[in-house]
């Protein structure tokens, strides 16, 4: 198996506004203002790593890592702070990101909706509102319109399921909802938006003669059983699974609001509303059978035994990344970009080895068939990490918040080696 990835593969970092660019008000700067033990840490997003301000001094950084991509996400907020009013600032601010992209040779790979919402949608219902998609749809049109000569690659919904259970289902994100009816009603709400922004997008790329590529990102978590003996471990994956990691996907190819979501009803513009297929992935889990757990569908996550785990508590084993690319490949037939995969580890011991290893297992995918046209590291720099504030560290580049100031970390080299020669090691080399 070859370990050198293609020329034209797209290799870079991923970020998302309210992680980074500091100086946001929307739905979640207001829940970390008002219920601020939301976040484990006491901390708010606040500036953030100032980003928005550093954009061109960040991206220099990377490319000068040999990134060729990089994925990043559009404030809403900024971009229509109230219903109906658009600052054509904030446009230019992110079209000039995406020159500067440009300008550095890294191809720009744009989210429209990542976790958060302008406060004026969220008190209208948020992705409840039934008005919702026509409002996506038209804030993506924007979007389109100021940059889509120079975006080839779009997103529209940053992983509704992973949105969907913790904000509706478990209440820990806005808008802090418990229900299992607001959780399916979410879903059903974000593919209507998904189905009216991959419309949006195309039809304004189409009109000008651009092309664009479009998906929602998928986040494919899959759970296992804890004992693969036990038929109530067994049968206690299988429900979680369907909804978590299929059931949108399944939607988006069908064109239907699929139950338990709906009853089967068409979507316009939803069916075969992906392009491609922009993939997150972090781990499998482990699951066994709890009566404790009706909100999870009876299914209890445990550490895997047999594995090593991250400081968040997720197994580390890349050749999970290898099973899920094959059976989404064998699924749908989509060819993938990795939008996400990445390690929370709080002084780079694990970072090098688990780049080496996930980019070991997409060669792998890549060689038994599986069209893999990216791999986009979450993350660039140490972030703001939703509920869990800044205790989690994903970064490449280590950021001092007091000073801003950016040090790459050892794994940041090593990843840089990689972008520039396309060789995946088969082990971390040894430096000294
Ligand atoms: C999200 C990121 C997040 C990462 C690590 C993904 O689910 O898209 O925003 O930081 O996971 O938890």
Redesign the pocket.
């Known amino acids: 198996m070859t370990r050198r990835l293609p020329d034209d593969f797209l290799i870079g970092c991923a970020t998302?506004a309210h992680?980074v660019e500091g100086g946001l008000d929307n739905d979640w700067s207001r829940m970390e203002r008002e219920h601020p033990q939301r976040i484990r840490d006491g901390s708010v997003s606040g500036m953030a790593c100032d980003h928005y301000a550093r954009y061109r001094a960040d991206l220099d950084q990377l490319a000068g890592m040999h990134h060729t991509a990089h994925r990043f996400s559009i404030e809403w907020s900024r971009v229509e702070p109230r219903q109906g009013i658009f600052d054509g600032s904030a446009l230019d601010h992110y079209r000039d990101v995406v020159r500067t992209c440009r300008l550095l040779g890294v191809e720009p790979v744009v989210t429209l909706h990542?976790?958060t919402l302008p406060t004026w949608l969220a008190d209208r219902g948020g992705v409840l509102d039934a008005d919702a998609p026509r409002l996506f749809a038209r804030f993506a049109a924007a979007c389109t319109e100021a940059l889509g000569d120079q975006v080839g690659w779009w997103i529209t919904i940053?992983?509704p399921a992973?949105l969907a259970v913790f904000g509706y289902m478990y209440g820990e994100w806005p808008p802090l909802q418990r229900s299992t009816r607001a959780f399916l009603s979410a879903l059903g709400g974000m593919a209507r938006m998904h189905a009216a922004a991959y419309t949006a997008v195309h039809t304004v790329a189409a009109a000008h003669g651009w092309t664009a590529r479009v998906s929602f990102?998928h986040?494919d978590r899959p759970l296992r059983p804890l004992n693969p003996r036990s038929p109530l471990d067994r049968a206690a994956t299988v429900a979680p699974n369907a909804l978590f990691n299929r059931w949108f996907l399944r939607a988006c190819r069908s064109g239907r609001l699929l139950p338990p979501v709906g009853r089967g009803q068409a979507v316009p513009g939803l069916g075969r509303s992906l392009d491609y297929l922009a993939l997150?992935f972090?781990c499998e889990e482990r699951v066994r059978f709890s009566r404790r757990h009706p909100r999870g569908m009876f299914a209890e996550s445990v550490p895997a035994p047999d594995l090593p785990l991250s400081s968040f508590g997720w197994s580390i084993d890349p050749d999970a990344l290898r099973r899920a690319l094959e059976r989404l490949w064998k699924e749908f037939r989509l060819p993938v970009l990795i939008a996400?995969n990445?390690v929370a580890d709080e002084n780079d011991e694990l970072r090098s080895r688990f780049i080496v290893d996930h980019l070991g297992a997409v060669c792998a995918a890549m060689a038994s068939g599986v069209e893999v046209r990216g791999y986009l590291h979450?993350?660039s720099m140490d972030n703001f990490?939703?509920a869990e504030g800044y205790s989690k560290r994903?970064g490449l580049i280590a950021v001092d918040r007091a000073t801003m100031q950016r040090t790459p970390k050892p794994s940041a080299a090593l990843f840089a080696e990689i972008c520039q020669t396309r060789v995946v090691p088969s082990a971390v080399p040894v430096v000294g």
């Open positions: 998302a992680q990542h976790f940053n992983e992973v990102a986040h997150n972090y996400e990445g979450w993350s990490e939703w994903f």
